[in-house]
């Protein structure tokens, strides 16, 4: 979502310097006044940062920076020269369904972060050549392969972020409930062994249908006794990528500037993206709100049906899900503006969990945003409320999915 400060990120740049033909990696990040925006496309950054073996303003030009500076200033100019130090990444994160459609792109985005020091990736199969083919990309975090349910538990020892794409896709023809039997499985077998492995790890849930497989989620934690409601997410940011693109298209706004705050679910009806909350302001008809409404609503479907049987929503979703990561690395390292929408445990409504734009913090989730969804428009008001029993149905279902899994162990 929008930040606070204009800003602009090159996730990783790999380049071959003068000193022989070892190439170097780094990741930079700049924070200026002006309107700069994000050139990755995958998250506006703040702060300057070099992730390569020496400085890239180099030991004189950093001293001669240092001088410019008034003697008052003196500390600030100490601060940012720390920062323009080399850093290690520091951050080890899994993906379990990498080898899937949605794992293998969203893999490669994540092996692009300069905040990633090791990508671990899992799958039941078809997962080691995945990893030797990520494993050649020159950046810096280094690729891990684990295959099959006996190398789950290696998979995920030290991880500070989990992210699940793991499941079947839609077919044709096929609603996001039709996933449930079998995906509901797979998330909660995969859930408990982030319980056992690394419980305070930051958790994304892609599989879907995430109205459910979120709650499903999180009644795996209760019952491991390691719930963390700030540490689990359900990954709605394609719903927002959708609605910046579409609103862009419709309006001739630049995309870079365009942010459409979504809540509700992550699923038909649930999908409520405000469009009188687009930033920048524009004006829609009565016509082009419900249009652009029912696209971002049903866009999961108009990917279906134009592969024809051949897939689902897999690379608009991982670039969705890859900015999610980044978001949630830019957090863990200390970044204090990060913003995005997520279906989390939530007060914003009566249902207990809720779509909605939340502040990302070294803990989780810091705050949610319950501006979004006050003053709202009569359409949109009439629009969250038609939402609630559907989405309602879809948290119990979860729900008493997980707490029926339980019962046999309980007696």
Do not use: W
């Not at 740049?13 to 496309?41: E, P, W």
């Not at 449930?180 to 056992?196: G, M």
């Not at 365009?258 to 809540?263: I, L």
């Not at 999908?271 to 829609?284: Q, V």
């Amino acid at each position: 979502m929008a930040a606070a400060a204009a800003t602009f990120s090159i996730a990783s740049v790999a380049y071959s310097g003068t000193q022989g033909s070892k190439a170097k990696s780094f990741g930079v990040r700049f924070n200026s006044g002006n309107s700069l925006k994000s050139f990755s496309g995958l998250k506006a950054e703040s702060s300057v940062r070099c992730e390569s073996e020496t400085s890239f303003f180099g030991k004189e030009s950093t001293a001669a920076l240092r001088a410019s500076f008034a003697p008052r200033a003196e500390k600030q100019a100490q601060n940012f020269e720390n920062r323009l130090q080399p850093r290690a990444s520091t951050f080890k994160v899994a993906v379990l369904g990498a080898a899937g459609g949605i794992g293998q792109p969203l893999a490669l985005l994540i092996k692009m972060s300069p905040l990633v020091s090791a990508l671990h990736l899992y799958d039941v199969a078809n997962v080691k050549g995945v990893a030797t083919d990520l494993s050649h990309c020159n950046t810096p975090s280094e690729v891990l392969e684990f295959t099959g349910p006996s190398e789950l538990s290696n998979c995920l020892k030290g991880v500070d972020v989990v992210v699940i794409p793991a499941g079947v896709p839609r077919k044709p023809g096929m609603t996001r409930d039709d996933l449930f039997n079998i995906n509901a499985n797979i998330v909660k077998t995969l859930v408990e062994a982030v319980a056992d492995n690394c419980p305070d790890a930051f958790i994304h849930i892609i599989s879907n249908p995430v109205n459910s497989t979120v709650p499903i989620a999180a009644e795996i934690l209760k019952q491991k006794g390691v719930y963390n409601p700030k540490k689990l997410f359900g990954v709605t940011t394609l719903d927002v990528v959708r609605a910046n693109t579409f609103v862009a298209q419709k309006k001739n706004l630049r995309l870079i500037d365009v942010d459409v705050p979504v809540v509700g679910g992550h699923a038909g009806i649930t999908i409520l993206p405000l469009l009188s909350k687009t930033r920048p302001a524009a004006n829609f008809t009565g016509q082009e709100i419900e249009e652009l409404t029912v696209r971002i609503q049903n866009a999961g479907t108009e990917v279906v049906e134009a592969k024809a049987g051949e897939g689902s929503a897999t690379l608009s979703m991982a670039y969705a899900a890859a900015r999610f990561v980044e978001s949630s690395l830019r957090a863990l390292d200390g970044d204090t503006d990060v913003y995005e929408c997520s279906f989390v445990q939530s007060e914003l409504t009566e249902l207990p969990f809720f779509a909605s734009r939340i502040k990302l913090g070294k803990n989780g989730v810091e705050a949610v945003i319950s501006s979004d969804v006050q003053g709202l428009t009569e359409y949109e008001a009439k629009a969250l409320e038609a939402l609630k029993p559907e989405l309602k149905s879809s948290i119990e279902k979860g729900v008493a999915f997980a707490q029926k899994q339980a019962a046999p162990a309980s007696v």
